[in-house]
């Protein structure tokens, strides 16, 4: 994993992600993660002047004296990253593989979490689902980094481990409910996947139509070449690549046809750390 690359482009981003925030900027990113809203806090006596929408009427018509209730905002997120770390995630460009991209994307949200004191709760999904508590900054890298390691897919270097064998443990409906259990009004989700085994579009509709629920497909060119079969590697061929065999993605539908603005592009071959960030704000 490149994390020097990682934090060179939090130390750019830095100034002008939080130059703009303000009460009313709240939480990840500012614009399409937010906080949660206001939180109840206690009611208090109406003045002249208080705002009447914050009027309980429930109170007034029992006491005939007017209280108006006061919030707390909620500035705290969780931010849920899911990586697809399926066997098509290791092509790549140029030496590095879509989950090595999505990887340090997951890294970058860990580092800007903790500027804003937001956490990230990373889920794997690969022949099993691998649950990474919430955290957030270098602990949270360290912690992902880690358990990729237990689990075979980074090796003791930090590489992806392109010889990793697969095996077909967990189904489209399993991923489904493993990313359902997620969702909530205090939770933003974010699918990185170059959705060619993840999971099926009809489950995928269901999940985009949350509006907490934000969509990235990492591309590499093999990935939008018209009719080329392809090695699943983003580098040389391994020694034993019969695991993992060939694919032909080259009648793939185009899924940003079908989901539109919710389903966002972010090529590998290009700056991904920077253009993530745009697509997200």
């Known amino acids: 994993m490149n994390?020097?690359?990682?934090?060179?482009?939090?130390?750019?981003?830095r100034a002008n992600l939080f130059r703009k925030a303000n009460s009313h900027s709240i939480g990840m990113l500012k614009t399409n993660i937010k906080g949660t809203g206001l939180q109840f806090k206690e009611h208090q006596v109406y003045n002249f002047g208080d705002d009447i929408r914050f009027i309980d009427w429930k109170i007034l018509a029992k006491t005939s004296h007017p209280y108006v209730k006061t919030f707390n905002e909620e500035r705290n997120v969780e931010i849920v990253v899911v990586i697809d770390a399926s066997s098509t995630m290791m092509t790549g460009f140029n030496g590095v593989s879509k989950l090595q991209a999505a990887i340090e994307i997951c890294c970058l949200l860990y580092l800007l979490a903790k500027e804003?004191?937001?956490?990230?709760?990373?889920?794997i999904v690969t022949d099993e689902v691998i649950n990474v508590p919430k955290l957030s900054g270098d602990q949270g890298i360290t912690h992902l980094i880690s358990t990729l390691e237990e689990k075979n897919i980074l090796t003791a270097k930090g590489k992806v481990n392109i010889e990793r064998r697969f095996e077909e443990n967990v189904n489209s409906k399993q991923k489904y409910l493993s990313i359902m259990k997620h969702l909530s009004r205090k939770r933003e989700i974010i699918l990185l996947s170059d959705f060619n085994e993840f999971i099926d579009a009809d489950v995928l509709k269901k999940l985009l139509f949350r509006s907490n629920v934000h969509c990235f497909q990492l591309l590499s060119p093999l990935d939008e070449a018209k009719s080329l079969p392809y090695s699943l590697h983003a580098a040389a061929t391994p020694k034993s690549s019969s695991s993992l065999g060939k694919y032909?993605?080259?009648?793939?539908?185009?899924?940003?046809h079908e989901f539109g603005k919710k389903f966002k592009r972010i090529r590998i071959q290009e700056k991904y750390l920077e253009n993530f960030v745009k697509e997200m704000g």
Do not use: M, P, Q, Y
């Not at 994390?3 to 981003?13: A, T, Y």
């Not at 804003?116 to 889920?123: E, K, P």
């Not at 032909?248 to 940003?256: I, P, Q, V």
């Open 3 to 13: 994390i020097n690359e990682v934090r060179k482009v939090v130390g750019k981003l």
């Open 116 to 123: 804003t004191s937001d956490f990230v709760h990373a889920l």
């Open 248 to 256: 032909d993605f080259s009648g793939k539908k185009d899924l940003t």
